[in-house]
């Protein structure tokens, strides 16, 4: 059975009359990577502060070890907390910087630079121990940072946004990194981001903050291939998810959708995870599920035109207008199309995701 080492029980903050978190419920398996997904103001900062100890909930608890610390100072919660700022002391080394929370442990001498030795070997950061933060690039100051809250053994790591300042490759090399520091040293980390590629990337579980509350908790590919509603669909995915009105409606025992003009036979499996009352429904469809056919022949082929094109090297995104409606698809590499130009699709329906237009609820399969 695996231990649960944080837990977070129906945590809700108030700053004010803004309700900032909403009955946040939350376990984190010891050795586990979670990542909080979230877009700024969803409340992945104001989570990690209060597990810290930084911030005091307004209801709720926090559990570290079996043990209730909601209301036990900061510094006595053995947690390490790492901020997109890369805060180091300017007017030290980088061995300094690294040793300093063992310096204020008064850790001997020598049992300081065999551990700050072990981390810069993981870390990679030795040719840069005796020189100042000024120079450093951004990739090196993170590591620093990232060194200086390893090097005590905290209990575990909350990681506010640390990759946001750096520019795009910086990034995938250091979450890489990161991910094999978190495997191999068994550590537990909380990780906070707005960028679900990095949470897909990165994540043993993704926990999904929207508006403050979760909406959900699942594996990487589980959180893309069902997400609970409407809203995680949207956030999770690039090109964004499409998201249009449809219409169910069953004849002679087979279920049809209708969207815009068109009428498209449902698969079997799909009819039966419907409820059998639901008729107006919002129909999800990712863009790499609708795809460029040589000619509209079968019954979930169809004719569009194409209204916008975004070239993006690997992929490009076509935006097409089918049956009066407006669709994002990928292609492979870079394509050449037209405004007005005629492309036969074919619509992969049993991909297809169904929400409740009143509540956002995925209902269905």
Not at 24 to 33: A, F, N
Not at 108 to 137: C, M, W, Y
Not at 222 to 230: F, G, S
Not at 325 to 344: K, M, S
């Amino acid at each position: 059975m695996v231990e649960t080492l944080l837990e977070l029980r129906s945590i809700s903050k108030n700053f004010g009359a803004v309700q900032a978190l909403r009955e946040l419920s939350l376990e984190v398996p010891r050795g586990s990577l979670i990542v909080l997904l979230g877009p700024a103001g969803a409340g992945k900062t104001t989570t990690l502060r209060i597990v810290a100890g930084l911030e005091a909930p307004t209801s709720g608890e926090v559990w570290v070890e079996g043990q209730n610390f909601t209301k036990l100072q900061p510094n006595r919660r053995d947690i390490a907390m790492i901020f997109d700022n890369l805060a180091l002391y300017p007017n030290k080394t980088g061995y300094e910087n690294v040793a300093s929370p063992l310096r204020l442990a008064r850790m001997p001498k020598a049992d300081i630079k065999k551990r700050v030795d072990e981390i810069a070997g993981l870390l990679k950061i030795g040719h840069i121990l005796g020189r100042l933060p000024a120079t450093f690039s951004g990739g090196e100051r993170q590591r620093v940072a990232l060194g200086r809250a390893m090097v005590r053994e905290p209990r575990f790591y909350l990681l506010d946004e640390p990759l946001s300042s750096l520019d795009f490759m910086l990034r995938i090399e250091l979450r890489t990194e990161l991910k094999r520091l978190q495997r191999d040293l068994g550590r537990t980390f909380v990780f906070a981001t707005p960028d679900y590629t990095e949470a897909l990337a990165l994540a043993d579980t993704v926990c999904v903050l929207l508006e403050g509350e979760v909406r959900q908790i699942a594996k990487a590919q589980e959180l893309y291939d069902e997400p609970a509603d409407r809203d995680v669909a949207r956030f999770v995915g690039n090109p964004k998810i499409n998201i249009v009105p449809g219409r169910l409606s069953r004849e002679n025992g087979q279920a049809s959708l209708t969207i815009g003009s068109m009428v498209l036979p449902l698969p079997d499996r799909m009819e039966h995870g419907l409820p059998a009352n639901l008729s107006e429904v919002e129909v999800g469809l990712r863009p790499e599920h609708v795809r460029i056919v040589a000619s509209a022949t079968e019954e979930t082929h169809r004719t569009g035109f194409v209204n916008d094109l975004e070239p993006l090297g690997v992929h490009t995104t076509v935006g097409i207008d089918l049956a009066g409606i407006n669709l994002a698809l990928t292609v492979a590499g870079v394509q050449e199309f037209n405004d007005g130009d005629r492309v036969d699709v074919q619509l992969d329906t049993e991909t297809l995701l169904f929400f409740d237009p009143i509540s956002g609820r995925r209902v269905g399969n």
